[in-house]
């Protein structure tokens, strides 16, 4: 039975707009994240920057402050987690065909992962040092995790959709 003081559940639905779930997730260590890449260019190709994208818009210095901050233990699991989809990772249930190339494509996070790959490059710094300093302290690239979360959108426009919904409240992105 209903409660005649709440809404139908289909225009609650219509007007929250759930966000679907990653099909897959993972948690990868730092120092593995090119591996990582390596292996998901080798399984259907990689996508880095799609059209929709920014680019790589952090400076150095945005990217080094975010490094400090995964150390200091400033940034939380969901700050950590990078979105992708893989229209065609589950082979098994693959039966819709949509209008995206079968490649994993990064949806959210390309600034967080450039981060993370620039730090464990040894190419920018923490605190000063780059990684090799911290190696062996309690401060060690081991320690550090980051998650991949792998949707299977079929469909260009939902890709999108939920794009602009991870960043209605961020960086204003142009109209194009």
């Not at 679907?20 to 259907?44: G, I, N, Q, S, T």
């Not at 300093?133 to 979360?149: E, L, M, N, W």
């Not at 792998?150 to 194009?176: C, M, Q, S, W």
Request: charged content about 25%.
């Amino acid at each position: 039975m209903s409660n005649p003081l709440q809404p139908d559940p289909k225009i609650l639905d219509a007007l929250v707009r759930p966000m679907p779930r990653a099909r897959y997730e993972v948690d990868h260590m730092f120092h593995y994240v090119e591996k990582a890449l390596e292996d998901f260019e080798k399984a259907d190709g990689l996508e880095l920057i799609p059209d929709f994208q920014r680019g790589h818009v952090w400076t150095r210095e945005q990217q080094e402050r975010w490094i400090e901050a995964v150390i200091r233990g400033a940034i939380s699991s969901a700050g950590l987690t990078l979105q992708f989809n893989a229209p065609n990772w589950n082979q098994l249930d693959n039966k819709e065909k949509g209008d995206l190339p079968p490649q994993i494509t990064c949806i959210d996070g390309l600034q967080r992962l450039t981060a993370i790959r620039l730090f464990v490059a040894g190419k920018i710094n923490a605190f000063g040092l780059t990684v090799d300093k911290f190696a062996g302290t309690s401060y060690d690239i081991r320690r550090y995790r980051f998650k991949v979360a792998i949707h299977e959108f079929k469909n260009r426009a939902e890709v999108l959709d939920y794009y602009l919904d991870l960043n209605a409240g961020g960086t204003p992105h142009p109209a194009e």
